[in-house]
């Protein structure tokens, strides 16, 4: 059901303002000013249509932090260009030596994989309630799987951006700035990914 309006609450603003916080902390010195730049710009256009979109149609606290949650990995993504992202050696810090890439046997980067998840796992759950809020003829299953077929759709068209911006470069910028490492399957895999992580969104409790 649609969400009262109001003022945007305080736990939105501390969401919000965390997530411009890490976006001003990975432009710090950065590694690569023109690749980071290039996948900020949907940062800084993402931002700005939440904060739009939960003007008029509010979104609920959970929904609009999962947002944000998503856009601060995407913030750091950005920063180390996917591919370069030092996860692993991170959990070896605070893990005291454990190497996640070495107990699950991988030979690349993951956090791109992770990203193209939690894009589906955040944006499910709102599309469907804004479906909702729109048509409240809608059954919550019908909603569901209208925010599915987004995902879907959204990450189809993402792959073909990404694809038309690499024909415009060297094959090493592209390389670098697809974050593809070597694996011709990397956008089927990217939008199977995303397609899986709006599917695990799917409400557990009926909704009303």
């Not at 990397?186 to 397609?195: N, S």
Request: with cysteine; charged share 15%.
């Amino acid at each position: 059901m649609p969400v009262a309006q109001g003022r945007m609450s305080a736990p939105k603003k501390a969401a919000l303002g965390f997530v411009l916080a890490v976006f001003a902390i990975t432009w710090i010195a950065p590694k690569s000013p023109f690749e980071q730049a290039m996948h900020s710009v949907l940062t800084v256009l993402g931002l700005f249509w939440l904060w739009r979109h939960d003007r008029r149609w509010p979104l609920r606290d959970a929904h609009f932090l999962a947002i944000c949650g998503f856009m601060t990995a995407h913030c750091i993504a950005a920063r180390w260009l996917y591919s370069y992202v030092p996860y692993d050696q991170w959990i070896q810090w605070l893990s005291g030596g454990w190497s996640l890439d070495r107990a699950l046997g991988f030979q690349r980067n993951h956090f791109d994989r992770l990203i193209h998840f939690l894009y589906g796992a955040c944006f499910a759950p709102p599309l469907r309630e804004y479906f909702r809020q729109r048509w409240p003829a809608l059954g919550a299953g019908q909603a569901f799987v209208l925010a599915v077929a987004a995902i879907m759709c959204t990450s189809l068209v993402y792959e073909w951006f990404e694809w038309a911006i690499a024909l415009t470069m060297s094959p090493q910028d592209a390389e670098s700035y697809n974050g593809q490492q070597g694996d011709v399957w990397d956008a089927h895999t990217d939008m199977f990914l995303a397609t899986l992580g709006s599917l695990a969104a799917w409400p557990r409790k009926r909704a009303g």
